[in-house]
């Protein structure tokens, strides 16, 4: 399986690999067993030896899941649900899908792919390169960097050496090994045609090798190697007008992913916080009004009150161009650099403040996390409800400013409300909200009086009135 995001193609071809003929062949007739005039038998080129080193550590993954069926929006409409309440049918549906691992440690049985390769899955079989089929667990997911560490009975298994991905070049030769489609374990082959590639709205975090190795739905979670079998990087999606590969393949560094593994492994979730700086590139403009003498870096454009950045002495206007030893790019390579730390860990930057270069050490804060009041006996009416901040994934974030409804259980409290996930409380009883900490607050002043929410759904907004 592989989440395709605008589909791409190209055939590489290893021109190095077409032996030069010194003498020609010769045809001039006679007997047509003898073999003088032609070449004597040489061992040709190949990437045999490098797939039969590497192939064993690739598995084909299976799942099977239950997913919801999209229901008739009528059905959530809240005067409909006023006369049916919670007898409305929640329709769910089997689902199965195909993709790609690698096996990065064979005594444990660690295998890493991609987080939506085994979304939603209830059961998950893997199948090696020997025909064996083994079940497989989940140890961890982190769906914002599409990275997920699956477990299987570690028996005879064979794992991936890891490269520096830090050191990959662009025109580097590099193999793609997968599940194209289902059809079973395939190898292509390719160059690394760009890096650092984000900004492509697949994930939340992006720092991708471009590769035109061809790789297609079911590649997903498989391996990207250098012409040394070692593991560059996770094969995660395409870009291609129609569902196929077209030369545009993205794969996730293999130092970014280890770092999400390590964590997924140790503590079965990725802990990520913010150091609280809304951040833009340094362009050549910005540097030169702020000057600065630095060609890449991130521009500090707006500091969140009482975060770790603003107690560290932060600033709007600073230059953030080096983290914890590396240098910063740009932003979306600060923010790759953040996300992969967890709560508590540091962060020594430099920066450029007034042409003078300052070092600012903090550490990584919390999130805002979602308010679940699912068991909370003093808001009966509301209870099975999720709020929290509007997320990024939100077709309204940045631009309407409440509180989101994050999750509904079946048949809760809420749900028979009319509250649905995705809507954005605007106010409650007509005084504005801006965080779930204050929406419970209200809420729970006004006891057993009525809530008067006004809502933001779709295109449309309401006011939806609970007693």
Same mark, same amino acid.
């Given at each position: 399986m592989l989440r395709i995001f605008i589909f791409c193609s190209a055939l590489s071809l290893f021109t190095f690999f077409i032996p030069v003929l010194e003498k020609p062949l010769n045809f001039s007739g006679g007997d047509t067993h003898a073999h003088a005039?032609?070449?004597?038998?040489?061992?040709?080129?190949?990437?045999?030896?490098l797939v039969e080193k590497i192939s064993p550590a690739v598995v084909n993954i299976a799942t099977k899941g239950m997913v919801e069926v999209k229901q008739n929006p009528l059905l959530?409409?809240?005067?409909?649900?006023?006369?049916?309440?919670?007898?409305?049918?929640?329709?769910q549906k089997e689902t199965a899908s195909v993709g790609s691992g690698v096996i990065v440690d064979s005594r444990e049985g660690y295998i890493v792919?991609?987080?939506?390769?085994?979304?939603?899955?209830?059961?998950?079989?893997?199948?090696?390169?020997?025909?064996?089929?083994?079940?497989?667990?989940v140890i961890g997911s982190d769906p914002e960097t599409d990275i997920a560490v699956l477990k299987v009975e570690p028996n005879e298994l064979q794992e991936v050496t890891y490269a520096n991905s830090d050191k990959l070049l662009v025109g580097d030769y590099v193999i793609?090994?997968?599940?194209?489609?289902?059809?079973?374990?395939?190898?292509?082959?390719?160059?690394?045609?760009?890096?650092?590639?984000?900004?492509?709205?697949?994930?939340? %975090?992006?720092?991708?090798?471009?590769t035109d190795a061809s790789i297609n739905p079911g590649n997903s979670g498989g391996a990207l190697v250098n012409l040394k079998g070692e593991l560059v990087g996770i094969n995660t999606a395409i870009i291609g007008p129609s569902g196929g590969n077209v030369g545009i393949g993205f794969a996730i560094p293999i130092n970014m992913a280890r770092q999400i593994m390590d964590q997924l492994i140790e503590h079965g979730e990725i802990q990520r916080g913010r150091i609280?700086?809304?951040?833009?590139?340094?362009?050549?403009?910005?540097?030169?009004?702020?000057?600065?003498?630095?060609?890449?870096?991130?521009?500090?454009?707006?500091?969140?009150?009482?975060?770790?950045?603003?107690?560290?002495?932060?600033?709007?206007?600073?230059?953030? %161009?080096?983290?914890?030893?590396?240098?910063?790019?740009?932003?979306?390579?600060?923010?790759?650099?953040?996300?992969?730390?967890?709560?508590?860990?540091?962060?020594?930057?430099?920066v450029i403040r007034d042409?003078?270069?300052?070092?600012?050490?903090?550490?990584?804060?919390?999130?805002?996390?979602?308010?679940?009041?699912?068991?909370?006996?003093?808001?009966?009416?509301?209870?099975?409800?999720t709020f929290g901040a509007v997320p990024k994934n939100h077709p309204f974030y940045g631009e309407v400013e409440g509180v989101a409804v994050l999750q509904i259980d079946k048949g809760s409290p809420a749900a028979s409300a009319g509250l649905i996930p995705g809507d954005i409380i605007l106010s409650l009883n007509k005084i504005r909200v801006k965080s779930a900490e204050r929406l419970i607050e209200l809420t729970k002043k006004s006891k057993d009086g009525p809530l008067l929410f006004n809502l933001r759904r779709g295109n449309g907004a309401f006011f939806l009135l609970i007693r």
């Amino acid at each position: 399986m592989l989440r395709i995001f605008i589909f791409c193609s190209a055939l590489s071809l290893f021109t190095f690999f077409i032996p030069v003929l010194e003498k020609p062949l010769n045809f001039s007739g006679g007997d047509t067993h003898a073999h003088a005039g032609t070449i004597p038998p040489q061992e040709l080129p190949s990437l045999a030896p490098l797939v039969e080193k590497i192939s064993p550590a690739v598995v084909n993954i299976a799942t099977k899941g239950m997913v919801e069926v999209k229901q008739n929006p009528l059905l959530r409409d809240p005067f409909f649900r006023r006369f049916f309440g919670d007898r409305i049918p929640q329709q769910q549906k089997e689902t199965a899908s195909v993709g790609s691992g690698v096996i990065v440690d064979s005594r444990e049985g660690y295998i890493v792919t991609n987080s939506h390769v085994v979304a939603n899955a209830n059961e998950i079989v893997i199948t090696l390169t020997d025909k064996r089929k083994l079940p497989a667990t989940v140890i961890g997911s982190d769906p914002e960097t599409d990275i997920a560490v699956l477990k299987v009975e570690p028996n005879e298994l064979q794992e991936v050496t890891y490269a520096n991905s830090d050191k990959l070049l662009v025109g580097d030769y590099v193999i793609a090994i997968g599940n194209p489609f289902g059809l079973g374990q395939t190898v292509t082959a390719g160059i690394v045609s760009a890096l650092g590639r984000s900004g492509l709205g697949i994930e939340s %975090y992006e720092d991708f090798i471009q590769t035109d190795a061809s790789i297609n739905p079911g590649n997903s979670g498989g391996a990207l190697v250098n012409l040394k079998g070692e593991l560059v990087g996770i094969n995660t999606a395409i870009i291609g007008p129609s569902g196929g590969n077209v030369g545009i393949g993205f794969a996730i560094p293999i130092n970014m992913a280890r770092q999400i593994m390590d964590q997924l492994i140790e503590h079965g979730e990725i802990q990520r916080g913010r150091i609280g700086v809304q951040i833009q590139d340094l362009t050549i403009e910005l540097a030169e009004a702020l000057g600065v003498n630095k060609e890449a870096g991130a521009v500090v454009s707006q500091v969140v009150p009482s975060s770790p950045a603003e107690k560290a002495g932060v600033i709007t206007g600073d230059v953030i %161009y080096e983290m914890n030893g590396e240098p910063v790019t740009g932003s979306s390579d600060l923010r790759n650099k953040v996300g992969v730390l967890r709560v508590g860990d540091k962060v020594d930057i430099n920066v450029i403040r007034d042409g003078k270069e300052l070092n600012i050490i903090m550490r990584v804060g919390t999130r805002e996390n979602p308010v679940n009041i699912s068991s909370n006996g003093q808001i009966p009416r509301l209870k099975g409800a999720t709020f929290g901040a509007v997320p990024k994934n939100h077709p309204f974030y940045g631009e309407v400013e409440g509180v989101a409804v994050l999750q509904i259980d079946k048949g809760s409290p809420a749900a028979s409300a009319g509250l649905i996930p995705g809507d954005i409380i605007l106010s409650l009883n007509k005084i504005r909200v801006k965080s779930a900490e204050r929406l419970i607050e209200l809420t729970k002043k006004s006891k057993d009086g009525p809530l008067l929410f006004n809502l933001r759904r779709g295109n449309g907004a309401f006011f939806l009135l609970i007693r």
